[in-house]
């Protein structure tokens, strides 16, 4: 499974892996779109680009997940789908760009799941292992 929840006290865990950096990145965002709204119900009518940078490639999975959450607060949107362009470490710093394909909310439509607040470094792991990248982190919801 590319992507799992982990039980938190309070807030949910979600652990993303995949034999590259990019597979993990996608498998992460793919995770979070799901644990918000049942992405059946959402039309693929646009494309958002979305982007992050950070010190380090577990970071970057932080980061890309609040400007994700940013992005659908931002644009008032529901995604069904993420596709990662680029993923790579640039003059010391990590870099993800990405497509999101959804639509404008509507509440009467979308079945929303979890309301979630923003990627936390609570329960935080990053790991480059022989089978690939591991990345865990605790949402706030």
Same mark, same amino acid.
């Given at each position: 499974?590319?992507?799992?929840? /982990?039980?938190?006290?309070? +807030? =949910?865990? /979600? &652990?993303? @892996?995949?034999?590259?950096?990019? &597979?993990?990145?996608?498998?992460?965002? @793919?995770?979070?779109?799901?644990?918000?709204?049942?992405?059946?119900?959402?039309?693929?009518?646009?494309?958002?680009?979305?982007?992050?940078?950070?010190? +380090?490639?577990?970071?970057?999975?932080?980061?890309?997940?609040?400007?994700?959450?940013? @992005?659908?607060? /931002?644009?008032?949107?529901?995604?069904?789908?993420?596709? =990662?362009?680029? !993923?790579?470490?640039?003059?010391?710093?990590?870099?993800?760009?990405?497509?999101?394909?959804?639509?404008? *909310? $509507?509440?009467?439509?979308? !079945?929303? &799941? *979890? &309301?979630?607040?923003?990627?936390?470094?609570?329960?935080?792991?990053?790991?480059? @292992?022989?089978?690939?990248?591991?990345?865990?982190? *605790?949402? $706030? =919801?």
């Amino acid at each position: 499974m590319p992507y799992e929840y /982990l039980e938190h006290q309070a +807030d =949910i865990g /979600l &652990e993303a @892996t995949g034999a590259t950096l990019e &597979e993990a990145l996608r498998d992460g965002v @793919t995770g979070l779109l799901n644990l918000l709204v049942d992405v059946e119900t959402v039309e693929p009518r646009e494309e958002v680009a979305v982007q992050a940078s950070a010190e +380090d490639a577990g970071a970057l999975f932080v980061s890309l997940l609040n400007a994700v959450l940013a @992005t659908i607060d /931002l644009r008032g949107m529901f995604f069904r789908e993420f596709r =990662i362009t680029r !993923a790579e470490q640039v003059n010391g710093r990590w870099i993800a760009e990405g497509v999101l394909t959804g639509e404008p *909310i $509507d509440l009467s439509r979308h !079945a929303v &799941e *979890i &309301e979630v607040k923003a990627a936390t470094y609570g329960g935080f792991l990053a790991e480059q @292992t022989d089978r690939g990248w591991r990345f865990r982190c *605790i949402l $706030d =919801i």
